[in-house]
């Protein structure tokens, strides 16, 4: 069995044969007709584009969220610290899309038309009764948004695990998938002790 730190050599060294040979072969026509192909070898769908796009408006309204409760006073500590981890694992995942977006060469324009029921994302006017709602209604109302915001980006995921051909995006779909399944859970059982 090889040991860790010769695999990586392994792994290296046929990476960069690979390269060489696929940079040795090929016209020029074609190498320039796609410059972006030889920086990175790394498979990506429409799926995969459509899912980061939408995704990081979706991530950053759960974020605004998050920040919206965690400015009010008067609120059970359960919910602070389900609104704390949200934020705190949806914020590098923005990061990730994004960067992911830039080195497929595509814009990280949100898709502002984003707003129905099926995605999960507040209106304006859901976001204002959330800014305006006080301790336990702000709490419970929360609560309630955020159950249909995780629904929605659950679906969302679980169409790039369906669709999509990059294996980091659907890694990071999966665990969408499986960590805010388990949030919508929790939040149904703070929905019932409030």
Wanted: charged share 20%; with cysteine; proline share 3%.
């Amino acid at each position: 069995m090889l040991k860790p730190r010769t695999f990586l050599y392994v792994a290296v060294t046929l990476a960069a044969a690979l390269t060489l040979t696929s940079c040795a072969g090929g016209s020029p026509a074609a190498d320039s007709a796609s410059p972006s192909a030889s920086h990175s070898t790394v498979a990506f769908n429409s799926a995969d584009v459509t899912f980061a796009q939408m995704m990081i408006p979706h991530h950053e309204q759960a974020v605004q969220m998050s920040d919206d409760l965690l400015a009010k006073d008067g609120l059970d500590q359960s919910v602070i610290d389900l609104a704390t981890e949200i934020k705190a694992a949806q914020e590098p995942e923005i990061t990730q899309l994004k960067d992911w977006l830039t080195a497929w060469g595509e814009d990280d324009n949100s898709m502002s038309g984003m707003g129905g029921s099926s995605d999960g994302m507040m209106s304006e006017d859901d976001m204002m009764t959330l800014q305006d709602a006080d301790g336990a209604e702000a709490s419970t109302l929360f609560l309630e948004q955020m159950t249909a915001h995780h629904k929605g980006a659950v679906a969302m995921a679980q169409l790039e695990i369906d669709e999509g051909e990059n294996a980091d995006a659907q890694a990071m779909a999966a665990n969408i998938v499986k960590t805010q399944t388990a949030e919508i859970a929790v939040m149904a059982e703070l929905l019932a002790s409030l």
